[in-house]
């Protein structure tokens, strides 16, 4: 099944997750509601090399940070109006590292279970080729 997501292998073996504009992550949204999104501090662009914008964190612990809202599994202030990202280019690690599609090409459980939950449809296929 081909899908609208891209694989992305960096050089120390992880694997990030980019979609289209068209993917059934456009307008969605509820993954950003739900997760808390935790990671290193060194990714915020207050340090070096870093890239998250740093005013968008809080601090958890003295090396980790979340995004500003998913303290508590809430929105995420990254999250816009029209439900896209506003630092999708500079999103951190978690949000980068989240599936939408599984190796045999069916959409996330845990995705499916989100949309259910906040009452968003299922997105309908065809799926687009990446």
């Avoid at 997750?17 to 501090?41: E, I, K, L």
């Avoid at 951190?92 to 989100?114: I, K, W």
Wanted: contains cysteine; charged residues 20%.
């Amino acid at each position: 099944m081909a899908t609208d997501q891209t694989v992305i292998h960096t050089e120390d073996d992880r694997v990030f997750y980019d979609m289209s504009d068209q993917s059934p992550c456009t307008g969605c949204g509820a993954c950003c509601r739900h997760f808390r999104v935790s990671f290193y501090q060194g990714e915020l662009d207050s340090f070096p090399g870093g890239f998250v914008p740093a005013e968008m964190a809080v601090p958890v612990t003295p090396f980790l940070v979340c995004m500003s809202g998913t303290e508590q599994g809430g929105r995420c202030v990254a999250l816009q109006l029209d439900n896209r990202c506003a630092i999708y280019d500079r999103r951190p690690t978690p949000c980068r590292e989240f599936a939408v599609y599984m190796e045999d090409g069916s959409l996330n459980p845990r995705c499916l279970q989100l949309r259910a939950q906040f009452g968003i449809g299922q997105p309908e296929p065809p799926l687009k080729a990446a």
